[in-house]
């Protein structure tokens, strides 16, 4: 056999090995989004919230009740949900704010993987809830991301202000 089949042979293997495993990770990722949306929608109904605005993200999902004033938080993290709901009456503030994550201990610092997060503060001085938006490695719409994140700071700080006016 000549070396020209021989190295087509291996390039057509390399390339249907790159296809099959793009193709698993696609559809690992369909299969997380729809059980992290079932879980957010089952969330939604057990404490009767209706969204009319929500977002969906990589790991997390956050959606708002205007009406009731309430927001939904739903993280994924280490193949568990960690979900909050947030009173939007109980808010003094809700800004952006820039993280510094340690990847291997998972807390606030100022090395590491950084992003930005949606920061909740509290009227009672209870501690603050943040809520990560995008990382700045995170490649897919990064631009985008950012730009959701100020509207929905904008959204939630006008729905306080008008709070705080009454």
Not at 40 to 52: N, V, W
Request: net charge positive; glycine share 4%; hydrophobic share 40%.
């Amino acid at each position: 056999m000549s070396i020209a089949p021989m190295a087509l042979m291996i390039i057509g293997c390399i390339i249907g090995m790159y296809v099959l495993v793009a193709d698993i990770r696609k559809k690992h990722r369909k299969e997380r989004l729809c059980h992290m949306l079932y879980r957010f929608s089952k969330l939604g109904t057990q404490y009767d919230l209706s969204f009319a605005s929500q977002e969906v993200l990589k790991d997390s999902i956050i959606g708002l009740d205007g009406l009731k004033r309430k927001l939904l938080l739903l993280e994924k993290q280490d193949r568990q949900f960690k979900w909050t709901i947030i009173d939007l009456n109980e808010l003094s503030q809700c800004s952006l704010q820039e993280t510094h994550l340690n990847v291997q201990r998972e807390e606030e610092l100022n090395t590491g993987s950084s992003g930005l997060a949606l920061r909740f503060d509290f009227e009672d001085n209870r501690a603050p809830v943040m809520f990560p938006f995008c990382k700045h490695d995170d490649s897919s719409g990064e631009n985008h991301l950012y730009e959701r994140a100020r509207d929905w700071e904008a959204i939630l700080s006008k729905m306080i202000i008008k709070k705080q006016r009454a």
